[in-house]
């Protein structure tokens, strides 16, 4: 029986000619394979998370490989140690799933690299450390690292034989610390990095300590996007890397730069394979690499059907992207109706309950109960109690329906002005009914209480937003409202590359 095995590998690559195998040199790869596959006696083939050029060492790089063999995971790391170099250490090694790729994970990679900034060198450090001779100023670096955290093009901080098209990565953080030994660690945590990346950036970092840049030169090269922009690479002794770690994966992303704003929902990947794209603005020349970038990392994250609304008026019926194509999906509408004092209740016996903000019970039943009937609709995003509290303090009022002591639905509603006339109206933010209640006009009713309290108000304008795919915008067109702006169009896609992958498999 096959079994995948993980390792956590650690390092000096002085000796090495990198990770992966080279025809002039010994590698770190080509090692591994060797001892491995003489201890299981077997062929093995390792697939390494991170491959280290020549040089650059690690502490926590990550390897996987299959095995027949009977050895426990969890001990493969002790056996195979007493064969490796002393250069060479397994920290760890565990089983996982078969399906397990370390390149095909969301990960936070963190690297370090240091400096011994002294008027002379240090044998003890000449084989981990860049030795620099003129005085930097940290100051001066931490302020320029400040302009490449986030999400951005790379494409100056990258060697000119990177093979990969998109270049946009994102840095969590950069920290430069000065220590007592005069070194300088400057350590850097980011979704991934393009060849030479690290190396370029601190390369650019040290024209600015030594005083040859000033910091606002970095923005200046990070907005070139020409290799020739930035500063040299720094040597490879001095860089270590020092973690790979697993991101849990976050239902909301939400960036924004000077040349693009989107925000991506994937709380819906896993109870129904959806997620929701949202591009606000984007320079034209990004525009399709953005949207590829954030379609295929929808995807690759599990979603099989990926929903995209585009501000900027690119995306049209039938755009194709790489191997995307885009159709309609849905519209949109801002409904708007006059309101009327005499509204007539349905008849139904439910009474609307203004939400007690102090009772964490009742806000947590209405959380539940709002995410329960909102979960298939596109887009929805869960909230929390602390975020319904947080919108109740802005101006949103909260009422549930109630049938005797069941609370059998909701609805909210808030006063929105419209900045350019001035013009007030009462907008229902949300209504929804517990789906044991359904289809007993519990609905209707709601609505029509949401009416009576606009009216008690003095309100003379209602309006809501729903999408023409929501079956509830018949009922709202039956009571009056009408569509009176197309705020947005949603397109549909799907990976047809992994779709087939998927059915080849299934064969």
């Not at 096959?2 to 195998?21: E, F, I, L, P």
């Not at 994250?301 to 992207?321: C, E, F, M, P, S």
């Not at 029509?448 to 079956?471: R, T, V």
Request: charged share 30%; glycine share 6%; hydrophobic share 35%.
């Amino acid at each position: 029986m096959t079994k995948r095995v993980k390792m956590v590998v650690a390092y000096d690559g002085t000796n090495y000619c990198g990770w992966q195998k080279q025809p002039n040199g010994i590698c770190i790869e080509e090692v591994l394979n060797r001892e491995l596959s003489k201890l299981l006696n077997e062929p093995i083939e390792v697939i390494g998370a991170s491959r280290t050029d020549s040089g650059v060492h690690a502490r926590g790089n990550i390897a996987v490989f299959d095995t027949h063999a009977r050895m426990p995971a969890d001990k493969i790391c002790i056996a195979l140690n007493q064969r490796l170099p002393k250069d060479i250490v397994i920290q760890e090694s565990c089983e996982v799933a078969p399906d397990y790729h370390p390149r095909k994970r969301n990960t936070r990679k963190t690297y370090e690299y240091r400096i011994l900034n002294r008027r002379v060198p240090l044998p003890d450090q000449r084989l981990n450390s860049y030795f620099y001779y003129y005085a930097l100023d940290v100051d001066k670096m931490r302020e320029a690292a400040q302009y490449l955290v986030g999400e951005h093009d790379f494409k100056s901080f990258c060697s000119i034989r990177t093979q990969v098209e998109d270049t946009v990565r994102r840095i969590y953080s950069i920290t430069i610390k000065k220590n007592e030994d005069d070194r300088i660690d400057i350590r850097i945590s980011g979704n991934g990095f393009l060849y030479n990346m690290v190396r370029i950036i601190v390369g650019s970092l040290v024209k600015v300590g030594c005083g040859f840049w000033k910091p606002e030169q970095i923005k200046e090269a990070l907005e070139a996007r020409d290799r020739s922009k930035a500063g040299p690479k720094a040597p490879a002794e001095g860089l270590t890397l020092i973690s790979i770690e697993e991101e849990t994966l976050p239902a909301v992303i939400r960036e924004e730069n000077e040349h693009w704003s989107y925000r991506v929902n994937q709380g819906e990947i896993e109870s129904f394979g959806k997620a929701y794209i949202q591009i606000y603005a984007c320079d034209e020349c990004d525009f399709e690499r953005l949207l590829v970038r954030l379609v295929k990392q929808a995807s690759r994250n599990g979603a099989k059907q990926i929903h995209v609304r585009d501000n900027t008026g690119h995306l049209k019926i039938g755009y194709q992207a790489e191997y995307f194509s885009f159709d309609t999906s849905y519209n949109q509408w801002k409904l708007a109706k006059t309101t009327k004092v005499d509204s007539k209740t349905n008849g139904v016996a439910i009474q609307a309950v203004s939400l007690d903000t102090n009772d964490s019970e009742l806000v947590e039943e209405y959380c539940n109960l709002e995410n329960e009937c909102f979960k298939q609709v596109p887009g929805g995003v869960k909230r929390t109690s602390k975020q319904l509290l947080l919108d109740i303090a802005e101006g949103e009022r909260c009422f549930s329906l109630c049938k005797g002591d069941a609370q059998v639905g909701f609805f909210s509603a808030k006063k929105i002005k419209n900045e350019e006339t001035g013009e007030e109206f009462f907008e229902l933010e949300s209504l929804g009914v517990s789906e044991a209640f359904r289809n007993q006009g519990i609905g209707k009713e709601g609505l029509l209480m949401f009416e009576q309290l606009a009216a008690e108000n003095g309100y003379e304008k209602l309006s809501m937003i729903c999408a023409d795919s929501n079956p509830a915008i018949y009922l709202y067109e039956r009571l009056g409202y009408q569509k009176e702006k197309m705020l947005s169009t949603w397109y549909t896609t799907r990976d047809k590359k992994r779709d087939l992958y998927e059915q080849e498999n299934k064969q």
